[in-house]
């Protein structure tokens, strides 16, 4: 009888355990679901209010175009009214020049109508961290739960960095192509100015070459190439590290394939992944200094 007691006593035991273990599970899983929604919220509004700064760039920047563009076809035409008529073939090319911006601050202007203010969705993002902070504080997860969710976020990362990559390399090209071609264009017109002083080259020479030397020095200054290069670099060690520990392969091969070894070679991956993400920083640091105080190593030759 005594035995009997027992064994149903310690099969009471053992579905109370049971019923104890599944119910810190669904609360483990709505923490985690909650936290992956905050986190979620969060990519939301930061990606919203990227898109208002992003329109409102545009918007500033080629109604300003479009005005200087005006601006300097109507002073030109007032210094000599009795020229007018000759100039009207040039005025054309200087309204079509500034119709093009006038154009794109317009759409950009009608894309930010149904956004919210910059100040709003600035207050939005604010209480988008905030609650984070709140469900990450009385949600924290498991050590192993942080590393396989940082496993998943590398291919963010690693996109990420090949966005920025692909920005810099397409402001370099651009910047080039103006240094370029101003300079085939100036050598050009140059070639054609007989020596009469306020003709038309001799304005488009001195506009051109200022634009030439603009150019030349973003370019010198703010290292676009370098930027590009070394995001580029580092997106690939990330996206390597990953296949690696996906094949198990490389620094990933002597780990056994059960929990234990898993384990250690995600740790080892985050490691890794980490050690690639501070050396970027540290160039990023590099690039940012002046070019006298140092230069960033394995920078590309150009």
């Known amino acids: 009888m005594d035995d009997d007691a027992s064994h149903r006593?310690?099969?009471?035991?053992?579905?109370?355990?049971?019923?104890?273990?599944?119910?810190?599970?669904?609360?483990?899983?709505?923490?985690?679901?909650?936290?992956?929604?905050?986190?979620?919220?969060?990519?939301?509004?930061?990606?919203?209010?990227?898109?208002?700064?992003?329109?409102s760039r545009v918007r500033t920047w080629a109604g300003a175009g479009a005005g200087a563009v005006l601006l300097a076809g109507l002073a030109w035409n007032l210094l000599d009214l009795d020229a007018v008529l000759r100039r009207i073939p040039v005025d054309i090319i200087l309204v079509i020049?500034?119709?093009?911006?006038?154009?794109?601050?317009?759409?950009?202007?009608?894309?930010?109508?149904?956004?919210?203010?910059?100040?709003?969705?600035?207050?939005?993002?604010?209480?988008?961290?905030?609650?984070?902070?709140?469900?990450?504080?009385?949600?924290?997860?498991?050590?192993?739960?942080?590393?396989?969710?940082?496993?998943?976020?590398?291919?963010?990362?690693?996109?990420?960095?090949?966005?920025?990559?692909?920005?810099?390399?397409?402001?370099?090209?651009?910047?080039?192509?103006?240094?370029?071609?101003?300079?085939?264009?100036?050598?050009?017109?140059?070639?054609?100015?007989?020596?009469?002083?306020?003709?038309?080259?001799?304005?488009?020479?001195?506009?051109?070459?200022?634009t030439i030397t603009l150019a030349a020095m973003f370019a010198g200054y703010y290292k676009y190439r370098e930027r590009s290069y070394f995001l580029q670099q580092t997106a690939d060690a990330v996206e390597e590290e990953a296949y690696a520990l996906t094949l198990g392969v490389g620094a990933y091969g002597a780990f056994k394939p059960n929990q234990e070894g898993e384990a250690l070679a995600l740790a080892l991956f985050t490691q890794r992944v980490e050690d690639l993400r501070n050396e970027q920083r540290r160039r990023q640091q590099q690039l940012d200094q002046p070019a006298e105080q140092t230069s960033p190593t394995g920078a590309p030759q150009a």
Do not use: C
């Not at 109370?16 to 669904?26: C, H, P, S, V, Y």
């Not at 291919?155 to 397409?170: C, L």
């Open 9 to 55: 006593l310690g099969n009471a035991e053992k579905t109370l355990q049971g019923a104890e273990r599944a119910r810190i599970a669904e609360e483990r899983r709505k923490e985690r679901e909650r936290l992956a929604g905050a986190r979620r919220d969060l990519r939301r509004a930061e990606r919203v209010l990227a898109r208002r700064r992003r329109l």
């Open 97 to 210: 020049a500034a119709a093009v911006p006038m154009t794109a601050a317009v759409i950009a202007a009608t894309r930010l109508r149904p956004l919210e203010s910059t100040s709003a969705l600035e207050d939005t993002l604010d209480e988008t961290r905030e609650k984070l902070r709140q469900v990450s504080a009385f949600a924290y997860p498991s050590l192993e739960w942080r590393r396989n969710l940082y496993r998943e976020e590398v291919a963010d990362i690693a996109g990420q960095y090949r966005a920025d990559s692909r920005r810099y390399r397409r402001v370099h090209n651009t910047l080039q192509s103006v240094v370029m071609a101003g300079s085939t264009v100036t050598t050009t017109v140059g070639a054609l100015d007989s020596g009469y002083p306020a003709r038309w080259h001799s304005f488009l020479v001195t506009g051109i070459s200022f």
